[in-house]
């Protein structure tokens, strides 16, 4: 029978594909960000953050960043597994997008394409240089069989998960979902499924419902015919772009310890204090995938970027 070899959960975004002088100009772009109240925030923020804007404190988080990337890169290497579902988000970027169900997989039979679209990763531009977007379309590896099982057997474990197809060829998914191409595996060898999870209201579940969605997803693909090793991503979170120190560290805990209730009735409200924060509900479903696997911390990093408490609780983790 295929087995899960493997838990990821990645933070992505532009902190951890920046160097630390441009989280301030992000911080500066917070101020301007629609959904959002930032003199609100900035009125209730902690003074204590002004030291987390120090140059010397960034370096740091920037240096720890970049140590768990290795680690994670690492540790997905020598479990190698054969194939990878991805839990992640729709930003908005691509055409495909407009409609956007609650859960869907991406079902492509033949060659698929990323479009890779943010801003240029630190290994691409010197500490000098401005901050970059950049846009461009490039293929990633499929796995259609394994999209197929989850498809089936989801509908039939009473999820109702949505067929999702790239309607535009010239377009590409969201980056986000081929994420460990960028950071953790560079041959981008490793076939992806795509498993699309909303992150907006009111079209949101449950996190009690995000994690019997990750045990169905571990039922399809234990009882597989198949001797495929497979790993499981949960790319993004924690918060962001308001960092909830107290929610991300509940959290996590959570995840460490197995505690399924409190993963199960995460505070709604909460989650949607900020625009990126509801995707620790990709971390929830792949809590519920991996259940029987041990979790370890490579690192929590809160990176600041404002006064008013702006920035990412960057996070990296595996089962194994």
């Not at 090793?229 to 460490?256: C, K, N, P, T």
């Not at 991996?290 to 609780?313: E, F, K, N, Q, W």
């Amino acid at each position: 029978m295929a087995e899960i070899v493997l838990g990821i959960g990645a933070s992505h975004g532009p902190t951890i594909q920046s160097q630390p002088e441009d989280w301030l100009r992000l911080g500066q772009k917070d101020m301007e960000d629609p959904r959002y109240d930032f003199d609100a925030v900035l009125a209730s923020a902690s003074p204590e953050i002004e030291r987390e804007l120090q140059p010397e404190v960034l370096q740091e988080r920037y240096e720890s960043i970049q140590r768990a990337i290795e680690s994670m890169s690492n540790v997905l290497q020598e479990t190698a597994p054969e194939a990878i579902v991805c839990v992640s988000n729709p930003h908005g970027a691509t055409p495909q997008d407009r409609m956007e169900p609650v859960f869907g997989i991406y079902m492509s039979h033949s060659e698929s394409k990323v479009e890779r679209s943010g801003h240029q990763t630190s290994g691409r531009r010197k500490a000098a240089e401005p901050l970059q977007t950049f846009r461009q379309v490039e293929p990633y590896a499929i796995c259609p069989e394994l999209a197929d099982r989850l498809m089936h057997c989801l509908i039939a474990d009473g999820i109702d998960v949505a067929s999702c197809f790239q309607s535009d060829p010239t377009a590409g998914i969201e980056g986000p979902f081929t994420f460990a191409y960028d950071m953790f595996l560079p041959d981008r060898s490793t076939p992806v499924v795509p498993f699309l999870l909303s992150r907006y209201l009111p079209h949101q579940a449950t996190s009690a419902r995000c994690y019997a969605v990750g045990q169905s997803i571990r039922r399809a693909i234990e009882s597989w015919d198949s001797d495929m090793r497979v790993a499981i991503m949960a790319s993004g979170g924690l918060s962001h772009q308001i960092i909830d120190e107290e929610l991300d560290r509940q959290v996590i805990e959570a995840l460490r310890h197995k505690d399924v209730e409190t993963l199960s009735y995460l505070p709604r409200e909460r989650l949607n204090r900020a625009p990126g924060t509801p995707e620790i509900l990709n971390w929830v479903v792949l809590a519920g995938a991996v259940d029987d696997l041990d979790m370890t911390l490579i690192d929590y990093v809160p990176c600041y970027r404002s006064l008013a408490g702006t920035g990412h609780g960057v996070t990296l983790a595996y089962w194994r």
